[in-house]
């Protein structure tokens, strides 16, 4: 379980030798820091090998979350494949269409530990282009610049691992409603190894 670089990881996934609460335990481990993250998981980066990254996602039980999400719908700057280790997904992705629902565009920004959200002067027009339900075992793809959302099914939790590829320099597209305010912060603060185990409660 001690993956040292994307293609060793890359291979245990597609071989599905991965398991959840194992992962999390070599992270802990580690030493690697879980944070908050403004769409509602906690978020570990397993390496770092330029411009490939491998990332894990702890999605808490709908009863653990306390922040409404306002601003699900996003874009990367890197390409990403993901698996699902436990629990289920949904990954929803969008274009856009004049006919359809508008947002308000925002720019996300990166300090420190925090997110900012600054609402730009452009409104975009989505529909729903496809929706993909992802149980414990399946993988998926979102290439950079699309829109999507990913959601937790049933009340969860859920855990998935992310394989990312940089392919550009920002800024990340946030969508919002257009009565939304001005300006979102986030902090994305450390969680606790008390946090990380509630978070596995269930997986």
């Known amino acids: 379980m001690d993956y040292l670089s994307p293609n060793e990881f890359r291979l245990a996934l597609q071989a599905r030798n991965v398991e ?3 992962l999390i335990d070599l992270c802990v481990a580690r030493g ?10 906690l978020i570990c980066t397993m390496f770092s090998h330029p411009p490939e990254h491998g990332r894990i996602h702890i999605w808490p039980s709908l009863n653990a979350k306390s922040e409404k999400i306002v601003c699900p719908i996003h874009d990367h700057v890197f390409e990403f494949t993901s698996w699902v280790l436990a629990g289920e997904l ?3 992705e969008y ?10 565009m ?3 920004e990166y300090t420190n530990d925090k997110s900012i959200l600054v609402r730009t002067n452009k409104t975009v027009n989505l529909e729903e282009s496809s929706r993909m ?3 414990t075992g399946c993988m998926y793809s979102v290439a950079s610049g699309q829109l999507h959302e990913t959601r937790l ?3 969860g939790p859920a855990v998935s691992v ?9 800024p990340p597209i946030v969508l919002g409603p257009l009565d939304g305010a001005c300006r979102y912060e986030y902090h994305r603060r450390e969680a606790t190894l008390e946090e990380i185990k509630a978070a596995c409660l269930g997986i």
């Open 20 to 22: 959840a609460h194992k």
């Open 32 to 41: 690697l820091p879980f944070r908050h993250h403004p769409l509602g998981f």
């Open 90 to 92: 949904e990954n929803v």
């Open 95 to 104: 274009h856009k269409r004049e006919t359809g629902k508008p947002f308000a």
């Open 106 to 108: 925002y720019h996300a």
């Open 133 to 135: 339900i992802c149980p």
């Open 153 to 155: 099914v049933g009340h």
């Open 162 to 170: 992310l394989l990312t590829i940089d392919k550009g320099s920002g």
